[in-house]
T-cell receptor, first 110, second 113 residues
Framework: QKEVEQNSGPLSVPEGAIASLNCTYS??????FFWYRQYSGKSPELIMS????GDKEDGRFTAQLNKASQYVSLLIRDSQPSDSATYLC??????????FGTGTSLTVIP | NAGVTQTPKFQVLKTGQSMTLQCAQD?????MYWYRQDPGMGLRLIYY???????DKGEVPNGYNVSRLNKREFSLRLESAAPSQTSVYFC????????????FGNGTRLTVT
């Protein structure tokens, strides 16, 4: 079983809608969780990090963590065409190693 | 502030050739990482270095060696390249704290023919 699972998509939403991206992980000892955005041909860039159960908001982005269900999600409100990218979920374990899901491709349609 | 710098950006090798991918960071981070990214496979950890002088295998270490030359530099060596090593390679660094994210270099696109 892969450590971090994401729906690869593609996910398409109209401009202005809410995009919902999901991630599950297998290691219950995982301590922290990160969402990265990656444009085609570029390196991943950090969008959000979350460490405690509940929601964390940063502008149009909200990360949600449920450690009991081993589930992390990212909501993008008022989606823009510039949000079209692949979103990577990353999990950091107690050994300070980061494991990534395969990414979800998001397209925001103008 | 350059962050994480990788060289080269692109490389084409023939099967059996060797090469070293270079990585340096100027953020004074203790931990450094090498990942490869393949379509449909996501980012997979090749090797990891918690601090200068230490290295550990990740998910896919076969066919690779690493050297943590000093705190700044972490190189990845392919001794005898194979077509299966065609990939995009990313170097990254981080502080060891639980809240610290990964910072990525711009990547090296390697093709082995």
């Amino acid at each position: 079983q892969k450590e971090v699972e994401q729906n690869s998509g593609p996910l398409s939403v109209p401009e202005g809608a809410i995009a919902s991206l999901n991630c599950t992980y297998s290691d219950r000892g995982s301590q922290s969780f990160f969402w990265y955005r990656q444009y085609s041909g570029k390196s991943p860039e950090l969008i959000m990090s979350i460490y405690s159960n509940g929601d964390k908001e940063d502008g149009r982005f909200t990360a949600q963590l449920n450690k009991a269900s081993q589930y992390v999600s990212l909501l993008i409100r008022d989606s823009q065409p510039s949000d079209s990218a692949t979103y990577l979920c990353a999990v950091k374990n107690t050994g300070n190693q980061f494991y990534f899901g395969t990414g979800t491709s998001l397209t925001v349609i103008p | 502030n350059a962050g994480v710098t990788q060289t080269p950006k692109f490389q084409v090798l023939k099967t059996g050739q060797s090469m070293t991918l270079q990585c340096a960071q100027d953020m004074n981070h203790n931990s450094m990482y090498w990942y490869r990214q393949d379509p449909g496979m996501g980012l997979r950890l090749i090797y990891y270095s918690a601090s200068e002088g230490t290295t550990d295998k990740g998910e896919v270490p076969n066919g690779y060696n690493v050297s943590r030359l000093n705190k700044r530099e972490f190189s990845l060596r392919l001794e005898s390249a194979a077509p299966s090593q065609t990939s995009v390679y990313f170097c990254a660094s981080s502080e060891p704290g639980v809240n610290s994210p990964l910072h990525f270099g711009n990547g090296t696109r390697l093709t082995v023919t």
